[in-house]
């Protein structure tokens, strides 16, 4: 589907980049052919994510950025633009969760995630939105999770803030659209993934309840949720716009394996 340098000549931030999807997405648009960016609070995590895609001589940039923080984000866009000379895409993939009961989350729980996966994500955008309006053209993938729309016990932080996204997801696809600008989302199912996994399916038996819930019978790779980001920043998905893309092994058809 994708040549060797299917994105070639692009510049991609990606938020989050430092570990699991976020860092199989910076190593897939490298792979095609695109100048990467990757942020995350953690730089120990950047300096083990930029060897790896110096591995693959891939031309990187790691900043550590707070998305929380509109003016981290706002260097965030200049260090790229110095690096690389523009932004062509932006994948808002930094988030928080844990699982909590509603009744026992702390204000300062909920709003470490509500900061980080809603604000963040609008902070990133209207910073690289305002830049992609100038040079007319961009695309911009966010990450939510199905339970956005379905309600999860212990997510009601995540889920509340992620269903702001893809509202936020349409809004901005009709906002700017006229711009050549592309704004969509991809929900992930169940992931390999070490940050999620600690998280939300931390025992065996929550492992196997969810994997016996999904008609595929298994959690998806990082790398499959990299091949649909890499789907929707191309020129193949030119008019797709406004889409949540659901990438779960068909969980959402409540059927589990047959």
């Known amino acids: 589907m994708f040549s060797e340098k299917f994105l070639s000549g692009q510049t991609a931030i990606i938020t989050g980049g430092g570990t699991g999807i976020g860092l199989a997405i910076a190593l897939k648009f490298g792979e095609l052919g695109a100048n990467v960016v990757i942020a995350s609070r953690n730089q120990k995590h950047l300096d083990e994510a930029l060897k790896e895609l110096d591995a693959k001589k891939i031309p990187a940039l790691a900043v550590v950025t707070d ?23 932006l994948v808002n993939n930094a988030a928080g969760n844990f699982t ?3 009744e026992n989350l702390s204000v300062n729980g909920w709003n470490t995630v509500i900061n980080i996966v809603l604000n963040g994500t609008f902070y990133c955008s209207r910073a690289a939105g305002q830049r992609m309006i100038k040079q007319k053209r961009g695309k911009i993938l966010n990450i939510v999770a199905t339970y956005a729309w379905t309600g999860g016990p212990g997510t009601i932080h995540s889920a509340c803030a992620k269903a ?9 696809a009709v906002e700017w659209a006229t711009h050549n600008i592309r704004v969509n989302a991809i929900a992930p199912g169940a992931t ?16 196997t309840k969810i994997e016996g819930s999904i008609p595929l019978g298994r959690f998806a790779s990082p790398e499959e949720i990299a091949n649909v980001a ?13 889409e949540t893309l659901v990438v779960d092994g068909g969980s959402w058809l ?4 047959f």
């Open 100 to 102: 909590c009961l509603a």
């Open 164 to 172: 702001g996204v893809i509202t936020m997801t349409q809004t901005l």
């Open 230 to 242: 890499a789907f929707l920043v191309s020129d193949i998905a030119d008019y797709i716009t406004g």
């Open 254 to 257: 409540n059927k589990g394996k």
């Open 192 to 207: 390999e993934t070490s940050g999620a996994g600690k998280q939300l399916w931390a025992s065996p038996e929550t492992r």
């Open 67 to 89: 998305v929380r923080d509109p003016e981290q984000v706002e260097a965030l866009m200049v260090k790229t633009e110095g690096k690389f000379g523009s932004i062509d895409i």
